[in-house]
Every structure is written in C-alpha cells, then in structure tokens.
C-alpha cells in the first residue's frame, strides 16, 4: 500500500497544500527526504506566489497532481549541506526556483537549460525520481540537489528578490535570447502584472527604450513615473495603436489570459519578435499573414537554466532589481489567491513564511 506523504519520507515538513482542484489550500503534513551527498537543505523564510500557482492549485492546465504543496519562488536560509556540496555552506542566503531535476544528459542539460529537458522535475506538482510528487515553498523546509541551487547576494533582501526566480527569468532570459537586451532596441511589454512589471526594469536596465501595453489605463502613471517605461499604449485604442505601428523590435508578452495578437503584430517593425511567456488556458488565433508581410516571428519562452537563474540574480543585484510585492501571512493565502485571479496586487503576493507558517499548525 502506498505511503502517506506524511510517511513518504523520513523528514517531518509542514506547510499549506491543496487536496483537489476547488485551490483551497489548508494546513498539511507531509515529508522530504533526506539530505543527501549532493543537496542543499534551507529554511524557507519567502515564497513568492505566481500565476502558475493559482492556475495549478485550480488545474486549469490538466496535469496537477494532488496534494499539492505550491511555490517556486523560494527564498532561504541554508541549514545542512550534504559531504559533496561545494556551492554554498550553512548560513547561506539561498533559493529554489520552477525546477528540481533534470536527466543532465540530454542535449538541453548539455547547454545549461534544464528548463527545456524533457525529464524535467518541477518543484511542486511533478513525479521526483523516487516516484514520490514534488511539494513546492509554502512550507517550512525544503531540500534540493545543489544544481538547482542560487545564491542570493548579500546586499538583495530576500522578501522582494524571491519573485525572480520565477518572473524574473522567465522575462530576464527570453530578453537575452531574443536580442533584445541590447541598447536602443525598442521593445514592448504586454501586462503590468507581476511578469510585466519586473520586465520593464530589467529591459530599462539593459538600456533598451521600453514601452508598456496595457488594457488598463489607470496603469499609465505607474508604468511611466514609478517604473520608469518610456512610453505607453492602451491597447484597447485603435488610434494609439495606429500611431505605433512598425516601431517596435520586440515585444515580451506576458498576459495568461485570451487576447488578441494581431494588434500587437502589427505594432512590430520587419523581423520583429513576440515572444509569449503567459499560458492561456485556451489557443490564441495566429494571423498568418501578418507574419509572411514583414517576416515577423512568434515565439515561446519559458524561464530560463540554472547558468542563466544566477546570472540573472547576479544582474538584478547589480542593477537593484526587485519585484514590487505585498507581503502576507501564510493564513491569508486563500484570499490572495481570490485577488491574484483579479488582479489585484501590485505586483507580486509574497507568503512571510519565516514569521507566520508556524502559527498556522492545528
């Protein structure tokens, strides 16, 4: 018979988890594994909360796996290392981002990007190599193989740097790639949410001219005077739209809901570039045509390799990039979680796991 996941393992854990896809999450206890040659075990004292989370815990995309203990935007402190780990020592400021593993010997591992390995371990909600299913940051402990470790520089507080590990390499890497971290290069940003909002700093910090494309126009003033875009557009007027036509070279788009990319198609210059990191829950409509007329390119982007997670942080640090977030009680999560489907954070729910988890326990 199957083990309980209290009993899976030989170390205690607690955190929240949701039991099906109604999202609710509640206190759990569970188990990790121990610490082995090559992994790190931290104290987890943030967890940010992404839109996967929420999109997850309700298994908007049909493959969440239950229970479900969410987050990978995890931020820590390093407790116990195992005899061949080199990469950080007790004490360390650490944290854990969208995976765990990966088979290390296929051509993507090859090329630093675990990300795209077709055996890939997510942190949460995934089959781990024993078998047993992956639980993610709202908890009070976590271990992981040193590979998917990243060190946080010193002078980065740990509340606001966390959300980079998920928002900020999923905008910090698609930007590299794509050739758009480059000085004077226009480029776009669709949503100023929680992926949005970190890829306008980052994209400012590589000296590009950034403007943001929104549905909202009361984000305007923020995304001028506090984030410091260049320029906005309201995509819902025809005539803003009209008068940007063939000015950009490349846009990020990071809404997760259904819209329209013709408009934003055409907002491109020949050869520009969309690159879509949000996840719709349905298939978004692909006019043709306006890709053959100015050989444009629409293309995916997901997160980034644990060479490019540090990097990134390395780069964030040097820049005083963070995320802008709301710190929470672990307690107040499902009510986030109602104003995260709403939109309603500026910009990123981060759990205090450190200073609240605990008081949670039945």
Known sequence: MAKSPEEEHPVKAFGWAARDSSGHLSPFNFSRRETGDEDVRLKVLYCGICHTDLANIKNEWGFSLFPMVPGHEIAGEVT????????????????????????????????????????MILTYSSINTDGTITFGGYSDHMVANER??????????????????????????????????????????????GLGHVAVKFAKAFGAKVTVISTSPSKKTEALEHLGAD???????????????????GIIDTVSAVHPILPLLGLLKSQGKLVLVGAPDKPLELPVISLIMGRKTVSGSSTGGMKETQEMIDFAAKHNITADI?????????TAMERLAKADVRYRFVIDIANTLAATKP
């Open 80 to 119: 116990e290392v195992g005899s061949k780990v080199r990469k950080v020592k007790v004490g360390d400021k650490v944290g854990v981002g969208c995976m765990v593993g990966a088979c290390h010997s296929c051509e993507s591992c090859a090329n630093d990007l675990e990300n795209y390995c077709p055996k």
């Open 148 to 193: 998917y470790i990243v060190r946080f520089p010193d002078s980065m507080p740990l509340d606001a740097a966390a959300p980079l590990l998920c928002a900020g390499i999923t905008v910090y890497s698609p930007l590299k790639y794509f050739g758009l971290a480059e000085q004077g290069k226009h480029v776009g940003i669709v949503g100023l949410g």
């Open 231 to 249: 320029s906005f557009l309201n995509s819902r007027d025809p005539d803003q739209l009209q008068g940007a036509m063939g000015t950009l070279d």
């Open 326 to 334: 709301e710190v929470i009680s672990m307690d107040y999560v499902n």
